[in-house]
């Protein structure tokens, strides 16, 4: 069946290192994705999306990287701060107008 | 850019009671509203999706006689957990769309926290 997972559950790095956030799928036809920074007691926000036409994208600060062969597809992000500490998840658009299939999350910890 | 609330942000029912969740697009006409399900430290699972004036579809697995939801409303829609029980203590969360179609962007609520004691 259609899955989105990611490789690690938490992450720390140090404040202005760059943090890199892993997502596998397992959907060959799944053609949108997103990455989203969910908060503590917060709803999702989005971050960069990216279409299977493409294997890169860049936003401010992040990049999305989507490898169409091995299904995988990463968030990038640059001289991380401690406001990026959250909760990050990729999610797959498995239908019309983003009814999405999120993935497990991924805690990022910025380390002072 | 596109703002959805939701009301309340937190709630504590009684096991037995029933519980109504709000979601309202602020300044756009939601055609479409999702709602999702997020227990503590997992992921979002989509529970329904409903379209303004049609009844709500349902995710397998969910008890749609459990959680009713009313879309009556392009700004609107609700979900009524019905004789709660501490099981069904989480975090809901709606998203809200424009439109039906792939390209169409949808925005999320801030979040419900249900807590059934």
């Known amino acids: 069946g259609e899955s989105v997972g990611l490789h690690l559950p938490t992450l720390s790095v140090q404040e202005g290192d760059n943090s890199i956030i892993n997502c596998a799928y397992s959907?060959?036809?799944?053609?949108?994705f997103i990455w989203y920074k969910q908060e503590s007691g917060k709803g999702p926000q989005f971050i960069i999306d990216?279409?299977?036409?493409?294997d890169k994208r860049q936003g401010q600060r992040v990049t999305v990287l989507l490898n169409k062969t091995v299904k995988h597809l990463s968030l990038q992000i640059a001289a991380t701060q401690p406001g990026d500490s959250a909760v990050y998840f990729c999610?797959?658009?498995?239908?019309?107008?983003?009814?999405?299939?999120f993935g497990s999350g991924t805690q990022l910890t910025v380390l002072p | 850019g596109a703002v959805v609330s939701q009301h309340p942000s937190r709630v504590i029912c009684k096991s037995g009671t029933s519980v109504k969740i709000e979601c309202r697009s602020l300044d756009f006409q939601a055609t479409t509203m999702f709602w999702y399900r997020q227990f503590p430290k997992q992921s979002l699972m989509l529970m329904a999706t409903?379209?303004?004036?049609?009844?709500?579809?349902?995710e397998q697995g969910v008890e749609k006689d459990k959680f009713l939801i009313n879309h009556a409303s392009l700004t609107l829609s609700t979900l009524t957990v019905t004789s709660a029980h501490p099981e069904d203590s989480s975090f809901y969360i709606c998203s809200a769309s424009s439109g039906t179609g792939r390209n169409t962007e949808a925005f999320f609520g801030q979040g419900t926290r249900l807590t059934v004691v």
């Open positions: 999610a797959e658009n498995r239908g019309s107008a983003r009814q999405l299939t």
């Open positions: 990216i279409r299977s036409n493409m």
């Open positions: 959907n060959s036809a799944s053609d949108y």
């Open positions: 409903s379209n303004e004036g049609s009844k709500a579809t349902y």
